[in-house]
């Protein structure tokens, strides 16, 4: 994937622990520090909206429909 370059300003608070993450962890740049900030932030807000939708979707009443055929094609 092609990177594209930002500027960003940050606290001087953030800005240590960037410096200081990247030395504790290895991590080869301060950009691949912000990186993994950012994939673990889209993490969390793509479960918040899973757990949204899904809380949508049972409240719908639909999660009922589906549940009358939860055992379909089976036998006992």
Known sequence: MANT???????????????????DHDVPTKSEVVERALELLQSQELKRQYAQAYQEWEESGEAQVWDVTVGDGLSR
């Open 5 to 23: 370059k930002l500027s960003v300003s940050v606290d001087s608070r953030l800005a240590h622990f960037i410096n200081t993450y990247q030395t």
